[in-house]
Each structure stands twice: as structure tokens, then as C-alpha cells.
Nanobody, 118 residues
Framework: QVQLREFGGDSVQTGGSLNLSCVAS????????MGWYRQAREKQREMVAS???????NYGDSVKGRFTISRDNAKNTVALQMNSLKPEDTAVYYC????????????WGQGTQVTVSS
């Protein structure tokens, strides 16, 4: 009933910037948390950034001060501005949304590749 699509993944050099965006569509009544995880090759998926419906952000330690998350609740979108990118940021980035439809359900996008070269 809910689909998420990510946009903006690309290949950049160290120190560059990218902006990722994600849009949720389908049978959406209320979205609570939205945010981003990432998964590098041979690594576990890790939390990158999240934001509550009230606009309170949370960041993983490795991206604090470099990444900024934003939301547009009216459009069911979430974005991630990534600055000062490092090779360690190379990963597939996944958007998620926690949808409240009586109970809460977590939906995931299919991911977008971010590659940072030295």
C-alpha cells in the first residue's frame, strides 16, 4: 500500500556534496518517523539520519555536522543533504517511513547508490 522511492545517488569525489530525496506514495494516512539508513558492502545496515513528524532530527555519529535531514510532511518527502563526503560514506542509502494506520508499519525504499572516491 505504501511505496518509497529514492533519488539523487551518484558518484562524487571526496569533499563533494549530494542531496538525496525520497517520496512516499500510496495509502498513507499518517507518517511518524522518516529517515535514512545505509548499507556498505560487507557491512551491516546503519542509521544515518531520522526526523520525527514534529521536526526533531537525529543523526548517526559518523555523519553529525556533515549531513542534514529535512522533511515536507505535506508532500510525504524526506531529503538528506550530504556535505564533505568521505569514502567511508560509500553505501546504498535506503529511505524509510513509519506509517501509522492503526498499528505502525515500517516501509523501505529500494535504495540509491552513493559512491565517494578519493
Amino acid at each position: 500500500q505504501v511505496q518509497l522511492r529514492e533519488f539523487g545517488g551518484d558518484s562524487v569525489q571526496t569533499g563533494g556534496s549530494l542531496n538525496l530525496s525520497c517520496v512516499a506514495s500510496g495509502s498513507i494516512w499518517t507518517i511518524d518517523g522518516m529517515g535514512w539508513y545505509r548499507q556498505a558492502r560487507e557491512k551491516q545496515r546503519e542509521m544515518v539520519a531520522s526526523m520525527t513528524a514534529d521536526g526533531v532530527p537525529n543523526y548517526g555519529d559518523s555523519v553529525k555536522g556533515r549531513f542534514t535531514i529535512s522533511r515536507d510532511n505535506a508532500k510525504n518527502t524526506v531529503a538528506l543533504q550530504m556535505n564533505s563526503l568521505k569514502p567511508e560514506d560509500t553505501a546504498v542509502y535506503y529511505c524509510y517511513a513509519v506509517v501509522r494506520r492503526g498499528a505502525e508499519y515500517t516501509y523501505w525504499g529500494q535504495g540509491t547508490q552513493v559512491t565517494v572516491s578519493s
